[in-house]
């Protein structure tokens, strides 16, 4: 599982940074500098999904949000911003990933927004024939529901639930490991740390704070890789 976006990291909790693969990265920061400049377009793709599928919470996310002006995963610098988006945090999957029953406990949104896409694992573009593996299933034990991410006929899942109270888990493709086609799922959510940082900054109740936002981690990497 991979991740974009602000966090508090286990340091301390008055340090917020714009978290990242520090060990990949640092082979080409340039590339990801340049990549991580589209994550506004990425982040307009996504809420234009997420609000045709449930504008109700996409907007209780999004209000969420503004309310203490927590930055979103698009956002790269926190000097002079406006939260504007419906999460701080994206995470996603690829090669056939797999977990075990849980509950999103470090979620802040009452529910999250998931999104599937089948893809080629040689360039990540979109696969519109039929997949050479299939059956990968996200599962909702409790409930008896399994969606079937990759089926016979490739396609688009989305879906919206609530993470904090439903039990779900990905059960890995019977079909077994795929060298040419993948799923990439992510899912989207504000995280109970962030949140309550940004909250306890509006009220006043922390007086010193960290910012290690994308340039300085960029820059950073750039001057350890030399």
């Avoid at 640092?26 to 809420?47: A, D, F, Y």
């Avoid at 939260?83 to 009452?110: M, R, V």
């Avoid at 008896?144 to 639930?161: A, F, N, R, Y």
């Amino acid at each position: 599982m991979y991740a974009i976006g602000w966090r508090p990291p286990c340091l301390g909790d008055f340090t917020i940074e714009h978290y990242i693969n520090s060990t990949s990265i640092s082979n080409n920061p340039e590339l990801h500098h340049s990549l991580s400049l589209q994550l506004s377009k990425l982040q307009n793709i996504i809420q234009n999904l997420f609000q045709k599928l449930s504008s109700t919470v996409f907007e209780m996310n999004s209000n969420k949000m503004k309310q203490f002006n927590i930055p979103g995963f698009e956002i790269l610098d926190l000097t002079d911003f406006y939260s504007s988006s419906f999460a701080n945090q994206l995470t996603f999957t690829l090669k056939n990933f797999s977990n075990f029953p849980h509950i999103d406990q470090t979620d802040s949104s009452e529910s999250s927004y998931f999104l599937s896409i089948p893809i080629s694992t040689s360039d990540g573009t979109l696969i519109f024939d039929s997949f050479d593996f299939f059956n990968e299933f996200f599962v909702f034990p409790d409930h008896s529901i399994d969606i079937d991410l990759t089926g016979k006929e490739p396609g688009i899942v989305q879906m919206v639930w609530k993470a904090k109270s439903t039990r779900n888990f990905t059960l890995y493709p019977d079909g077994g490991d795929s060298n040419s086609f993948s799923t990439l799922s992510m899912s989207l959510k504000i995280s109970k740390k962030a949140y309550s940082l940004f909250k306890n900054l509006q009220n006043g109740k922390v007086d010193n704070f960290t910012v290690d936002d994308h340039t300085s981690i960029i820059k950073r990497l750039a001057s350890t890789s030399k």
